[in-house]
C-alpha cells in the first residue's frame, strides 16, 4: 500500500451522494410509520466492506430534517464501544438537541464514582457536570466540599437545590435511583442505560428521535452463524430493545442475527441490503470527482465491481498523482477494507478458497487438510456468515470479485498453482461421487467438470486430451452449457498467455467447432477451421478435422468432407475413429451409396461399447434416415423408435430434439396432421437450443404436411419460415430439399412454370452439393408426369442413377417414388 495519511482517504464523506433509491425509501418509510412510543424500531442497513454504509447513514442523517432529534454512534472508535463512554455519547448529542437527563446524570455519575473512586466528584472531574442542570446545581451548593457518588446522597442533595417540585418529586421517587446503591457494577451499567432510554422516550412525545449507528461488526468482530457473540454487544442490544418513541439505524457489514437471544428481534428488525453501485452511478460519480469520459472512466467503473471504496480509492488517487492511476490501486487496500475485524486464521483460509471460482464444504475442506488449516464445520460456517461471502445454488458459495483479486495476490505462484490442482483433483471427485449420472438440465452435474477444466488449466497440469475428456463426459451428462462454459475459460486462459501451448488452443477450436455444429453454425466453424487439407496427427486435431468436414458437409462441400472423413478413419483409432466411421456413412448415404453406407453403419455401430451409446444412437437414427430416403416408412419407424431410446440413455438433449424433428418428417409422408403437431412440439425444442437447420427441417416438415392438408396459405408461410432458418445455418441441400417440396405446393397452387422452375433450381443444388441422387430422380419423375420432358433433367437423372448404389431394385425404388409423389402433387398429376 502506497505510503500516505489515511485522512485523505476519508474524503468520500465529503463527495457528492448517488443512488442508494431502495435504501432512502425504505428509511423514508420508517420514518413515516413511526409512531411515538410503540417498542423498539430497527433498520438494518446491511452490505460488505466498502460498499458505502457509513456514507448512506450520514445521508440519512442529512435527510432527516429538524422534526427529529439525531445521534451517532460510531463503534469503529475503540473507546465507543465500552458501554459507559458510548452512553455518554448519547447523552452529550440528545442533550444538546433539548433533551433533561436529570436522572441518567445522577446515575451517571453515581457509575462512574463507582468505576474511579480515587476521583473526588467536582465539576473538573464529574462527566456532564457543565452540561446538567441537576449536577451543576449539587456541585455548586457543596462549595468545594467532597461529594461522594451514592445515589442516596445525591438524590437529598438534588431536593436542596433544584427549585421545581415536579422535578425534585420525580427524581425522589424514581425508584431506578433508589435502588442504584444496591447493584453492582454491572447491574448499574444496565440501570445507567435504562434511564437514558426512558428519558429518550418521555423526550420523543414532542419530538422523535433517530439513532444511528455503524459499523457494527466492530463491536462483534466474529459472530457466529447463529448470531450470539459471547455477550459482547450485550449492553447495546439491551439499549437498543429500550429505546422507544424512536427509530434506530444500525449498519453492518452481516445481518444482525438478534433473534438468536429472543425471537421478538425477528419482528422488530427490518434488513435492507446494500448492493454495488449501478453503471450510470459510478461514472456520475467519477465525472462529478474530475475524472473525465473515456475509456480510463469506464474501466475504473467496471474494476469497482460497484463498491464505492474502490471508486473513492481511484479518486483520491487520481488527484494525488493522475499519471500514475491505473497503478497506484493496490489490492492491498481491498484487503483491508474487506477483512477488517476477520480473524487471522479465518483469512488464511480465504486467500487459498479465493483461488476458486466456487466452492462448497467439501472443497473448503480439502484445501483446509491439504494446507493444515482448520476445516472443521465451525470455521465454514464462520467464513460463510460474512457478507462477502455469496450463496448459490447447491450449498455453493462464492466471494466477492474486488476481493478475489485482492487475495490472491497474497498468495505465491507457487502455492495457487498448488491450490489450483487441489482444486482440479477435488471437482474430479465430486463427479465420481455423483456417478456421472444426468440430471434434468445437464448443467448441474456437469458443471464441476468445467470447474475441473479450469483448475487444471491454470495448475499448469492438464492436457488438450484430457480437456476433451472432461468435455466429453459433461456431454455425456447431458451438460452442453458446461461445455460451453469449458471453451470460455479456454479463450480466457488463452488470451492471458498469448505463448501458451498450441494444442490448448487447438483443443479450444475443437470445442467451440462442435458446439457451433449442434447449433447448425456451419458458416462459423469453416471461418474458425478455415484449413482442412491437414494432417489430423493427434486425436483433438482429428476432431477438429472432422468439425471442419461436418460445416462443409452443411455448406455443399461433399466430396472435400468426404475425404478428410476418410483419412481421419484410415489414420486414427479409438473414439475418433469411430466418429470419424459415422460421418463417413453419413455422407455416402447422401451420396447415394446405401449399400457401403449401411454396412459401414453396422461396423460403427458394433465397434461402440456401452461408454459410446450417443454415437449408438446417432447411427441407428442414420439408418432410419437411410430408410426413410428409400421410401420404406415402416423400417424408418421401427430405427427411429429403437434410435429414441438409445438417446433417452444419454440425456442428450439435441439427440432427443432431433429424434422429434425426424419423427414430424416421417409423419409428413404417413400422417401429416400428426406431423403438424409432431413439428410444432420439435420446433419448441429446437428453439430452446437454438439449433437453426433443425428448425428449418422442422419448418419443411410441417409445410409440407400441411401441403397435403390443403393447408396452402399456411405451408407457404412454413416454407418461408424454412428457408430463414436454413438460410442461417447455410444448409443449402437442405434448403434444396425444401425447395423440391415448395414446388409441389405451387403446382397445387396452380403454379404450374414456377413449380418446373423451382424444381430445375432444386436438382442443381444437389448435384452441386453432391448429394440426394435418389431425390433427383423423383424430381425427373415428377416433370414427367406434368408432362415436361426436360433434357437437363433427364440428364441429371441418368447422373444420378450411376452414382446410386441402392440396397433394393430401382424399379422398387421408382414405383415407391411414384407413391410418394402421387401423395404430393395431387389427383391431377
Not at 437454438?690 to 410441417?702: C, L, N
Request: proline share 4%; with cysteine; charged share 25%.
Amino acid at each position: 500500500m502506497p505510503i500516505g495519511p489515511r485522512y485523505r482517504r476519508v474524503s468520500a464523506l465529503q463527495r457528492q451522494f448517488f443512488d442508494r433509491e431502495n435504501a432512502l425509501s425504505a428509511y423514508d418509510e420508517a420514518l413515516f410509520r413511526l409512531p411515538p412510543s410503540d417498542g423498539p424500531h430497527l433498520l438494518n442497513i446491511v452490505g460488505v466492506g466498502g460498499i458505502g454504509k457509513s456514507r448512506l447513514l450520514q445521508e440519512l442523517r442529512n435527510r432527516t430534517g429538524e422534526a427529529y432529534r439525531t445521534a451517532h454512534l460510531d463503534l469503529q472508535i475503540p473507546a465507543l464501544r465500552q458501554q459507559e463512554d458510548a452512553l455518554a455519547v448519547l447523552r452529550t448529542d440528545f442533550g444538546a438537541q433539548g433533551v433533561k437527563f436529570d436522572r441518567f446524570d445522577i446515575a451517571y455519575a453515581v457509575l462512574w464514582q463507582r468505576v474511579h473512586p480515587q476521583l473526588r466528584m467536582d465539576r473538573s472531574s464529574t462527566p456532564f457536570a457543565e452540561e446538567s442542570d441537576v449536577l451543576s446545581k449539587i456541585l455548586d451548593d457543596a462549595m468545594g466540599f467532597p461529594v461522594f457518588g451514592t445515589a442516596a446522597g445525591l438524590v437529598r442533595l438534588t431536593d436542596r437545590v433544584l427549585t421545581s417540585r415536579q422535578r425534585k418529586q420525580r427524581i425522589k421517587n424514581d425508584p431506578t435511583l433508589r435502588d442504584l446503591d444496591n447493584l453492582s457494577n454491572a447491574e448499574l451499567g444496565y440501570a445507567v442505560s435504562y434511564l437514558l432510554a426512558e428519558e429518550l422516550r418521555e423526550a420523543s412525545r414532542e419530538r422523535p428521535f433517530v439513532l444511528f449507528v455503524d459499523a457494527y461488526e466492530a463491536l462483534v468482530p466474529a459472530p457466529l452463524p447463529g448470531g450470539k457473540s459471547f455477550g459482547a454487544d450485550a449492553w447495546l442490544r439491551d439499549l437498543l430493545g429500550q429505546l422507544q418513541g424512536g427509530l434506530t439505524v444500525v449498519a453492518s457489514r452481516e445481518p444482525l442475527q438478534w433473534a438468536a437471544y429472543d425471537k421478538d428481534w425477528a419482528a422488530v428488525i427490518r434488513q435492507v441490503s446494500v448492493e454495488g453501485l449501478p453503471m450510470a452511478a459510478r461514472l456520475d460519480l467519477l465525472s462529478a470527482a474530475g475524472i473525465a469520459e473515456g475509456g480510463r472512466q469506464r474501466s475504473i467503473a467496471e474494476a469497482s465491481a460497484g463498491v464505492p471504496f474502490y471508486l473513492h480509492l481511484a479518486i483520491d488517487t487520481y488527484h494525488q498523482n493522475p499519471a500514475r492511476l491505473e497503478t497506484t490501486i493496490t489490492s492491498e487496500h481491498i484487503v483491508q477494507r474487506f477483512l477488517q475485524h476477520v480473524p487471522p486464521d479465518e483469512v488464511r483460509i480465504l486467500e487459498l478458497l479465493s483461488v476458486a471460482r466456487t466452492f462448497d464444504f467439501e472443497a473448503f475442506r480439502a484445501l483446509g487438510r491439504a494446507f493444515n488449516l482448520p476445516a472443521h464445520l465451525l470455521t465454514w460456517e464462520s467464513l460463510t456468515a460474512y457478507s462477502f461471502a455469496y450463496p448459490l445454488a447447491q450449498g455453493r458459495y462464492r466471494l466477492h470479485q474486488l476481493m478475489v483479486a485482492a487475495l490472491q495476490s497474497h498468495l505465491s505462484p507457487a502455492v495457487r498453482r498448488a491450490v489450483h490442482a487441489r482444486l482440479r483433483a477435488y471437482w474430479e471427485e465430486a463427479v465420481d461421487r455423483s456417478g456421472g449420472l444426468p440430471e434434468r438440465g445437464g448443467v448441474s452435474r456437469s458443471a464441476p467438470l468445467r470447474e475441473a477444466v479450469y483448475h487444471g488449466l491454470h495448475a499448469e497440469e492438464i492436457t488438450a486430451e484430457q480437456i476433451h475428456a472432461c468435455a466429453d463426459r459433461g456431454m455425456a451428462m447431458g451438460g452442453r452449457q458446461a461445455v460451453d462454459g469449458i471453451v470460455r475459460d479456454l479463450r480466457d486462459y488463452l488470451a492471458a498467455r498469448p505463448d501458451a501451448d498450441g494444442s490448448l488452443r487447438e483443443a479450444a477450436d475443437c470445442l467451440e467447432a462442435e458446439s457451433l455444429l449442434a447449433l447448425g453454425n456451419a458458416r462459423a466453424v469453416i471461418d474458425l477451421a478455415p484449413e482442412v487439407e491437414r494432417e489430423a496427427g493427434t486425436a483433438v486435431s482429428a476432431r477438429l478435422a472432422l468439425a471442419a468436414a461436418n460445416a462443409r458437409r452443411i455448406a455443399g462441400e461433399s466430396r472435400t468432407a468426404a475425404r478428410i472423413f476418410q483419412q481421419v478413419w484410415d489414420e486414427q483409432s479409438g473414439p475418433v475413429r469411430i466418429s470419424a466411421g459415422f460421418c463417413l456413412a453419413d455422407i455416402r448415404m447422401w451420396q447415394g451409396d446405401f449399400a457401403a453406407a449401411f454396412d459401414l453403419a453396422v461396423s460403427v455401430y458394433e465397434m461402440c461399447g456401452t461408454e459410446h451409446r450417443g454415437i449408438r444412437a446417432d447411427v441407428t437414427r442414420l439408418l432410419h434416415l437411410g430408410h426413410r430416403f428409400l421410401l420404406d416408412f415402416d423400417a424408418a419407424g421401427e430405427l427411429l423408435t429403437e434410435a429414441e431410446e438409445e438417446y433417452r440413455h444419454t440425456a442428450d438433449p439435441f439427440g432427443s430434439a432431433n429424434i422429434r424433428t425426424n419423427r414430424a418428417e416421417l409423419l409428413a409422408f404417413t400422417d401429416p396432421e400428426g406431423a403438424v403437431a409432431e413439428a410444432a412440439a420439435a420446433l419448441e425444442v429446437q428453439r430452446e437450443l437454438g439449433a437453426q437447420h433443425e428448425i428449418g427441417k422442422a419448418y419443411t416438415a410441417m409445410a409440407m404436411a400441411q401441403t397435403r392438408l390443403g393447408a396452402y396459405e399456411r405451408a407457404a408461410s412454413s416454407f418461408l419460415s424454412a428457408y430463414a432458418a436454413l438460410d442461417r445455418a447455410g444448409y443449402r441441400s437442405g434448403r434444396a430439399r425444401a425447395d423440391m417440396y415448395r414446388a409441389f405446393l405451387l403446382l397445387r397452387q396452380g403454379h404450374r412454370g414456377e413449380c418446373l422452375a423451382l424444381l430445375r433450381r432444386a436438382v442443381a443444388e444437389f448435384e452441386a452439393c453432391d448429394v440426394y441422387p435418389s431425390l433427383v430422380l423423383a424430381i425427373q419423375r415428377a416433370a414427367l408426369r406434368l408432362g415436361a420432358d426436360d433434357p437437363e433433367l433427364a440428364a441429371a437423372a441418368t447422373r444420378a442413377r450411376a452414382g446410386l448404389h441402392l440396397l433394393l431394385p430401382l424399379d422398387a425404388l421408382e414405383r415407391r417414388t411414384d407413391a410418394m409423389l402421387s401423395l404430393f402433387l395431387g389427383a391431377g398429376a
